[in-house]
Nanobody, 113 residues
Framework: QVQFVESGGGLVQAGGSLTLSCVAS???????IGWYRQAPGKQREWVIS???????MYADSAKGRFTVSRDNAKNTVFLQMNNLKPEDTGVYYC????????WGQGTQVTVSS
């Protein structure tokens, strides 16, 4: 089954930017990939998804600030996050959207005010 490895998180001030990467262990062509996050003390939530052809879907919290892209040849999905807010703090994961595989370790994003 596909395994995902997320990276690129860190500590950033409010208003700053980060780019996260997610590398899959096998070919993800034709599969919808999503980014999810889990804030401290809260349930994991969906943030954004991208279809193989590049069509994207955004949660309201991500609209206008987050951009998702993918490189199918490298089995990699990216999440560009701009104008970060403290409420964006959490562990970010990628996984399927409409299909799922065991969750990876995620990458921690901390936004200071």
């Amino acid at each position: 089954q596909v395994q995902f490895v997320e990276s690129g998180g860190g500590l950033v001030q409010a208003g700053g930017s980060l780019t996260l990467s997610c590398v899959a262990s096998e070919d993800i062509f034709g599969r919808i990939i999503g980014w999810y996050r889990q804030a401290p003390g809260k349930q994991r939530e969906w943030v954004i998804s991208i279809r193989s052809a590049g069509d994207t879907m955004y949660a309201d919290s991500a609209k206008g600030r987050f951009t998702v892209s993918r490189d199918n040849a490298k089995n990699t999905v990216f999440l560009q996050m701009n104008n970060l807010k403290p409420e964006d703090t959490g562990v970010y994961y990628c996984n399927g959207a409409g299909w799922f595989t065991p969750w990876g370790q995620g990458t921690q994003v901390t936004v200071s005010s």
